[in-house]
């Protein structure tokens, strides 16, 4: 895996990364997450991870109730890299997470949207999933792909085949691709090989992650762990992300569940290092979600667990993912204007690495391309707002604060002409006069996103790719 490649500016965002924690209450919740690993142990429902943990010195009881030694989970934070450089489709460096750098992009496997002709929810198709892609494609402040729908008019045993073509085909950004099973990584990372140019250079210049979830922080099923140790052994990136929602799958008080998110963490990190030592890993936000116990719904915006999910991450120096940019509004309103801004503002300050779920509603039921352009515009008031100031000898102006003094105005200066494009200009949200917002037609927040949505995908021009791969894309489609 490439360290070095430098990401352009342009593509690169600075949050916060403060922790909020003291070190005493991160030594406390390090020392009971290798407790929970070392003494209560996990179940691994692998043969393979199984054999990875035996052959590694780790206790194996009652079938595949594995107990992880202090040692081997430290070691393993040794061996994971520090820094990891994602690509585009093109081979060129997009998103490179070292200490500070925080990338946007949207969620997965919607079943549901607001049509953005009609307004109406139905069930999303694939031409929703395309123009999906389409419309990341073109934003500039979304910097990663996920599927986003699930489309209903495919046969639902290939349609992650077809999310990941129009991934592939409709856009360059790096992509983020979930799967159910084994062979759902396996064909993923097949059909981005094609697209590479082969195995080699995917590893060189890897364009796509390997998103993993399972069933809880205790029990890491098959599926998911065969998912990791596939990418692990060809040395591509994965965010592990156990289940750990508080009051059901963990703990309901946050510090509980912090402890066994981040010691489910630790586990597929040890996983991924025992597969392929110093192969990439990025770590999930460890309190990752909440029910509402009035109606045992799961909530994906709740302020409960607060700012220092991504605190144990950055101890470790090991990437992170959270999420934000979503709301368990039903539509798009107030509810989910406030709710996506509070998220993303609150993924930033947190310190994460990737900020993935940009347009969910309805506790991602629901996808909403009008909120992914809200959020897109939120994101750059966020990158300027969270920007380095500049402090020099231009900025401070002391020349021409002696030229104006206390009698004149700096409205005609030299300096004033110099940085006025400096400021950040907003393209959906109205700052102009009452009277030209009358003239222009009065127009909704609502009623602009929408408009920004239908223009933005009837502008996209669609990358190019060569027949021949094309050709390879859709035979997987074909496949068994």
Not at 106 to 126: F, M, N, Q, Y
Not at 318 to 337: H, N, T
Not at 364 to 384: N, Q
Not at 400 to 417: A, C, N, W
Request: proline share 5%; aromatic share 6%; net charge negative.
């Amino acid at each position: 895996m490439s360290v070095s490649p430098k990401v352009p500016s342009a593509r690169r965002f600075a949050g916060c990364s403060q922790n909020w924690l003291t070190e005493k209450q991160q030594d406390l919740l390090h020392d009971a997450s290798l407790e929970i690993m070392a003494d209560i142990g996990m179940r691994f429902c692998s043969e393979r991870a199984l054999a990875l943990f035996r052959g590694a010195g780790a206790a194996v009881l009652d079938g595949n109730l594995v107990r992880i030694p202090r040692a081997l989970t430290e070691k393993a934070l040794g061996t994971a890299p520090r820094d990891i450089v994602i690509h585009d489709r093109n081979g060129r460096p997009a998103m490179s997470f070292g200490e500070g750098a925080c990338y946007f992009g949207v969620g997965s496997d919607c079943a549901w949207i607001h049509d953005p002709e009609t307004g109406d929810l139905r069930k999303a198709l694939l031409r929703d999933l395309e123009n999906g892609v389409r419309l990341v494609d073109s934003l500039p402040n979304l910097d990663f792909l996920m599927s986003m729908f699930i489309p209903s008019d495919v046969p639902a045993r290939i349609y992650e085949r077809h999310q990941m073509k129009a991934m592939l085909e409709l856009s360059t950004k790096p992509i983020v691709f979930c799967g159910i099973e084994k062979a759902s990584t396996e064909i993923a990372i097949s059909m981005a090989t094609a697209v590479a140019g082969g195995e080699r250079e995917l590893e060189r210049h890897p364009f796509v992650i390997n998103y993993v979830n399972t069933v809880s922080a205790f029990r890491h099923n098959e599926e998911s762990v065969e998912r990791l140790l596939s990418a692990a052994e060809r040395n591509l990136p994965t965010i592990y992300a156990p289940a750990n929602c508080r009051g059901s799958t963990a703990p309901m008080s946050v510090a509980g569940m912090m402890a066994l998110g981040n010691a489910g963490q630790l586990a597929g990190l040890v996983l991924s290092q025992l597969a392929r030592e110093g192969s990439p890993f990025i770590m999930n936000h460890p309190s990752v979600g909440a029910l509402d116990m009035r109606w045992m719904r799961d909530l994906f915006v709740s302020p409960d667990k607060g700012p220092c999910g991504c605190d144990m991450a950055h101890r470790y120096r090991v990437p992170v993912f959270a999420s934000g940019g979503c709301s368990d509004a039903k539509l798009f309103d107030a509810q989910a204007a406030a709710e996506a801004a509070l998220t993303l503002f609150a993924g930033a300050v947190s310190g994460a690495n990737m900020i993935q779920n940009i347009g969910y509603l309805d506790s991602a039921m629901t996808g909403s391309m009008e909120l992914m352009v809200l959020c897109d515009e939120i994101i750059g008031w966020m990158k300027h707002y969270l920007r380095d100031i500049e402090v020099s000898e231009e900025t401070l102006a002391l020349e021409t604060l002696r030229q104006v003094g206390p009698d004149g105005d700096f409205l005609s200066t030299e300096h004033t002409v110099r940085h006025l494009r400096d400021d950040w200009m907003p393209t959906l949200f109205d700052r102009g006069s009452r009277e030209t917002w009358v003239e222009e037609g009065s127009a909704t927040l609502e009623q602009r996103a929408n408009r920004k949505v239908r223009s933005v995908l009837q502008d996209h021009s669609e990358p190019s790719l060569s027949a021949t791969v094309r050709a390879t894309l859709n035979a997987f489609l074909m496949s068994p």
